[in-house]
T-cell receptor, first 116, second 112 residues
């Protein structure tokens, strides 16, 4: 149980284009989903917290107009990287928290974004 | 303070040995402390977690020891195997936002 999927697993795009990454909780409902960015050999950096049906809360320094987050249902959140540039190349990981107040976060497998 | 300090940065252990990773925190509002295991190119996987009301939790070869007064917790991997070679992250959370504060990670290498 508690499986989180991400799609796509890898994406390569040209500079200036937009890329959408999906995060789905497959066997549970997730009130809250989180989006992280991870650089090579580094820890996870929280980008934003996404609650179903409401606007995402972004961490300090994260451009909300560049990283658009939508949490349309209890099982799906999307991250759209708009007007991507090479410096946006990174490993993006989502996590989902079980509805009902549990603290546990389950992570997706990650999406490797490469912007040329 | 939201920081979680993790050590060591890297660790090499022989097969069958005990791997020990330590974390320390400052925020007394933290009340949930998970450990995650991450393989290269994969997302973190929850290994084991503990709350401050117990001093130790064991699941298979993995044990968390928790010292509330010292604000420290550690992961012990018994009978370490080459397949345990991965990066391990400690984390902590507390309060209504459920945000995880991560340590910087420990790269564990278990030699055969």
């Amino acid at each position: 149980g508690a499986v989180v999927s991400q799609h796509p697993s890898r994406v390569i795009c040209k500079s200036g284009t937009s890329v959408k990454i999906e995060c789905r909780s497959l066997d549970f409902q997730a009130t809250t989903m989180f989006w992280y960015r991870q650089f090579p050999k580094k820890s996870l950096m929280l980008m934003a917290t996404s609650n179903e049906g409401s606007k995402a809360t972004y961490e300090q320094g994260v451009e909300k107009d560049k990283f658009l987050i939508n949490h349309a249902s209890l099982t799906l959140s999307t991250l759209t990287v708009t007007s991507a540039h090479p410096e946006d190349s990174s490993f993006y990981i989502c996590s989902a928290r079980l509805a009902g107040g549990a603290d546990t976060q389950y992570f997706g497998p990650g999406t490797r974004l490469t912007v040329l | 303070q939201q920081q979680v300090k993790q050590s060591p940065q890297s660790l090499i252990v022989q097969k069958g040995g005990i791997s020990i990773i330590n974390c320390a925190y400052e925020n007394t509002a933290f009340d949930y402390f998970p450990w995650y295991q991450q393989f290269p190119g994969k997302g973190p996987a929850l290994l084991i977690a503990i709350r401050p009301d117990v001093s130790e939790k064991k699941e298979g070869r993995f044990t968390i020891s928790f010292n509330k007064s010292a604000k420290q917790f550690s992961l012990h991997i018994m009978d370490s195997q080459p397949g345990d070679s991965a990066t391990y992250f400690c984390a902590a959370t507390g309060g209504s936002n459920y945000k995880l504060t991560f340590g910087k990670g420990t790269l564990l290498t278990v030699n055969p």
